[in-house]
């Protein structure tokens, strides 16, 4: 045979009883590493030992590739050591999971009995578990300069950017910041956090001493606020009210094992983008009240926020937030052309997801169309193999790409964790009727080996 020629880094994974040394062995067992040995991953571990810089995960997949069942026994296994999960889900697919936990997903729909408030970024409301850290409300009205007011008024300008579909002109800004300090100085009075009812109606009936800060009229302040109250007022008193527009629902348990906020009701809505924003910023505000951290926040079907510009900025500046919080965030969307067709060649749109790859050093990419690869080989930073690869992957494997190294790994499930991954029940077969037993009997008991 003619000599064959390599480098000893790449020989280790054909040489017998050697394999690749992989990420180490504390974390999570994902699968089998195609060059040889287990793959172990865990993010909040690995950031630890300057692996990576950050804990974000971008997951892709075509439908049927195993992405989903990744992702779900991913969040289960991490259960292990001690990490709890929460999902903005807007396919309602992760009932299975949340019955395994044995709690029940929250249910989001206009009109329905479950109201979040997106403001309560510094904390819980009262009569939610676990208790509020003390002085986050009043922290908020008395410091109308700080980071939690600064996360409030991001929040509200990305929500007007996305239902207005055209950026806030500094009039517009102004007015939103006026009724952001006149709602959350009420507020305080009240000791509760603002909401967005509260905002809105500062918004329509602005007051005198905020005009007068802004050298201008009252009347004049109304009009230049009035499209942004109009557009938010849909979420208040429109056909999407009645999931975020009071203060968050009594007696809503956060120290169990898994949070689901299922959309599934308003998936078809145009505004998903923007309902999954409200659920995503509620989320994060009760992660940072949640003591110990170490959640892992899902985000499913991040192209219906990434396709928008103004929650696109809010979700790349909460992506910047997750090592403060002690968060690792994963978003989940099927095709890598997500990336590149969220706007034009060059627009914000493209470079906001850009960054967000930028600040999310683990990419798990299952198997896509050739089509979708050439449009998003460059964002992901793929060689030639390795988009030519990921064209060709079969079910349940995936290249991941942590840091600047790349692994080919096979996702296993165990027995107990199918049952709660799989999304194709309604493609399943119809059982037949079993046969009958000899002599028009009772059919044999299937379970039974031998006579």
């Known amino acids: 045979m003619p000599a064959h020629v390599a480098t000893t880094r790449h020989l280790g994974a054909a040489y017998p009883m050697a394999s690749e040394a992989g990420l180490g062995a504390e974390g999570v067992v994902i699968g089998r590493d195609l060059l040889g040995g287990s793959f172990v991953y865990d993010p909040f571990v690995l950031y630890r030992a300057g692996v990576i810089t950050n804990p974000n995960m971008v ?6 590739r195993g992405k989903s069942a990744f992702v779900k026994s991913y969040l289960w296994r991490q259960a292990v050591f001690g990490r709890r999960a929460w999902v903005v889900d807007p396919k309602g697919e992760y009932g299975p999971l949340a019955d395994a936990w044995g709690v029940t997903p929250l249910v989001l729909r206009p009109g329905g009995p ?27 009205g008395e ?18 950017v996305a239902c207005l579909g055209r950026d806030l002109l500094p009039r517009e800004r102004a007015a939103i910041d006026a009724a952001l300090h006149a709602a959350t100085a009420a507020a305080a009075g009240r000791s509760r956090p603002p909401t967005l009812p509260d905002v809105v109606d500062a918004l329509l009936a602005p007051g005198v001493a905020a005009a007068a800060e802004l050298r201008t009229g009252v009347e004049r302040l109304l009009e230049d606020g009035r499209d942004v ?16 527009d009071g203060l968050t629902s009594p007696g809503i348990a956060l120290d169990g094992p ?17 309902l999954m924003a409200c659920a995503s910023a509620w989320l994060q505000g009760a992660v940072r009240a949640a003591e110990g951290n170490r959640v892992i926040l899902v985000v499913d079907e991040a192209w219906a926020i990434l396709a928008n510009l103004g929650v696109a900025r809010w979700l790349q500046a909460s992506w910047k937030l997750a090592r403060a919080s002690g968060v690792a965030n994963v978003a989940v969307l099927h095709r890598l052309s997500d990336l590149a067709a969220v706007g034009a060649a060059g627009s914000e749109q493209v470079g906001l997801a850009a960054g ?11 198997g ?10 460059d964002l992901l930073a793929l060689t030639s193999t390795e988009a030519e690869l990921v064209t060709g992957l079969r079910r349940g494997v995936a290249l991941w790409k942590v840091g600047p190294r790349s692994f080919l790994v096979e996702h296993q499930l165990g027995p107990a964790e199918r049952a709660m991954v799989d999304t194709d029940g309604a493609m399943a077969p119809v059982a037949a009727p079993p046969a009958p037993g000899p002599a028009g009997g009772p059919p044999p008991d299937p379970h039974v080996v031998g006579p």
């Open 143 to 160: 410091d109308p300069a700080g980071e939690v007011w600064r996360r409030r008024a991001r929040l509200i300008a990305s929500l007007a």
């Open 368 to 377: 896509q169309a050739p089509g979708e690869v050439e449009r998003a080989a």
């Open 114 to 140: 479950v109201r979040l408030n997106p403001l309560d970024v510094s904390g819980l409301d009262p009569g939610i578990v676990p208790a509020r850290a003390a002085g986050s409300c009043a922290d908020a």
């Open 59 to 64: 997951v892709f997949g075509q439908i049927g």
């Open 356 to 366: 967000l790859l930028a600040d999310s050093e683990t990419r798990v990419i299952y």
């Open 258 to 274: 898994l949070v689901v906020l299922d959309l599934s009701a308003v998936y078809d809505s145009p505004a998903l983008g923007v």
């Open 229 to 244: 109250a109009l557009e938010l007022r849909r979420l208040v008193t429109g056909d999407l009210r009645g999931m975020f």
